[in-house]
């Protein structure tokens, strides 16, 4: 246990590093819905390759190191896979995820912090996807609070995008090392999931809950795009030039027996075939 918090912190420390190398700043709104003990479930939304960090820089400042469910293939690049398991991070195969389920349950169960995507992978529209029902059934069985997470500006440093030309295979945008981002965390209220509370409906709620809470960030004024700009970054009903989510929707490799998406403007409606005011002081942590 204490070399696996040796290497968290040394993470934090790098990845503090690399910030500071790009002049960006990471702003958040609410981590004190983040118990300081106890099982805790951290569900956020996913725009980037880097969303772990500061995630895990806001659960640090209440004392707390998440152990991120993350897709198992993260584990086959050299230099990255004993990292992740020095951490206490959870490999999640998609088509068999039983394992990284009861892997995340023991944890709870003991106290730990455990942070999920629901989305199961990033968003090329920059909407909420549809969502599993994972950390529904883990808070359900647990007692874990859910405390809902929305991120924006960080995926202007290195996230998917619409590929070369258009098609399946092409080349997707590499990282931008652009200096100056300011990356905004937001925090929601923690949630439950009652003993008998239905799964669906639950993280339908979940769902429209993550899209205010990331809308409310994506038109935040810092984060428009300058008129005129092409903001391949920004979603498109937003008046940004990403995908629309029928568009995303050849690219996005959603997870099985997802819960479909009725959240989010009702003409970018998903695909069903595919499962689917002044807040808080801001606190810099970076």
Known sequence: MAG??????AALTLGRTLLRALDATVEVVGAEGIPTSGPVIIASTHVSYGDMLPIALAAHTRGRHPRFMARYDVWHTRGIASAMTAMGHIPVDRAAPAAAY???RRLLRAGEAVAAFPEGGISYSYTVRPLTRGVAALARETGA???PVALWGIQRIYSVGRPEGGVLGGREPGPSFARGRRI?????EPLTVGPGEDLTEWTAKLG???TEMLEGLQTLPHHRPAPGE?????PQHLGGHAPCRSEAAQWDNMPRHCVPATWGPPWLGWP??????EGPALGRVS
């Open 184 to 188: 905004d965390v937001h925090l929601g």
């Open 4 to 9: 696996r918090e040796r290497t968290y912190r």
């Open 102 to 104: 009861l892997h995340a």
């Open 230 to 234: 092409h903001a391949p970054w920004y």
């Open 208 to 210: 429209v809950r993550l």
């Open 145 to 147: 609070v859910v405390v």
């Open 272 to 277: 069903r075939e595919a499962g689917g005011g």
